[in-house]
């Protein structure tokens, strides 16, 4: 089915608008879609940012190949799966900028949470008093600070 609007590029979008005396069906491709305004209220969910971005393939993706099975960066992305676990190590490289790139995206979206920040600073904390605990052999107040980092998920104090 192509867009309704530029009857050029393949619908991607579909709205559906029930009126009180017609119902308006609208199919749109992502670009029209988005020059109707239909896009912006709608916000992208990591998953969908990586879809996305998979649908993404440059000539360089065809170049980046797996020495094992052969497959290539770009047919990853269009599949969306690893051929073998070479693959893994080969696209290592071009995961983690897909991945880097969902997290500016969400920081664009301004899904800021500061809860992390917070989190590390406790951690850095009681890392400190830890630290001052053990050099006056206080092991009682150790372990107590030793408790509570595990309650933030920190194994290794
Ligand atoms: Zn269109
Ligand atoms: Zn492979």
């Known amino acids: 089915m192509l867009c309704d609007d530029c009857k050029n590029k393949p619908a ?35 998953l969908e940012i990586l879809q996305k971005l998979l649908k993404q393939t440059s000539a360089q993706d065809e170049k980046v190949i797996c020495p094992r099975c052969y497959m290539s960066l770009a ?8 051929g073998c676990s ?7 490289e071009n995961i983690r ?12 979206i301004g899904r800021k949470s500061t809860k992390g920040t917070k989190k590390g600073f406790e951690v850095y904390k009681l890392r400190e008093e830890l630290k001052k605990a053990l050099e006056r ?15 933030y998920g920190v194994e290794d104090a």
């Not at 047919?75 to 690893?82: A, I, L, M, P, Q």
């Not at 052999?137 to 309650?151: F, G, N, V």
């Open 97 to 108: 900028h897909l991945i880097k790139q969902i997290h500016q995206n969400d920081r664009h």
């Open 12 to 46: 991607a979008i579909f709205f559906k608008e029930v009126l009180p005396d017609k119902t308006i069906e609208l199919h749109l491709c992502e670009d029209c879609a988005s020059k109707r305004g239909l896009l912006v209220t709608k916000k992208l969910t990591p």
């Open 86 to 92: 070479e693959c893994v190590t080969t696209f290592d």
């Open 75 to 82: 047919e990853f992305k269009r599949v969306g799966r690893f």
């Open 137 to 151: 052999e206080a092991y009682e107040d150790a372990a107590k600070i030793r408790d509570k980092l595990r309650d």
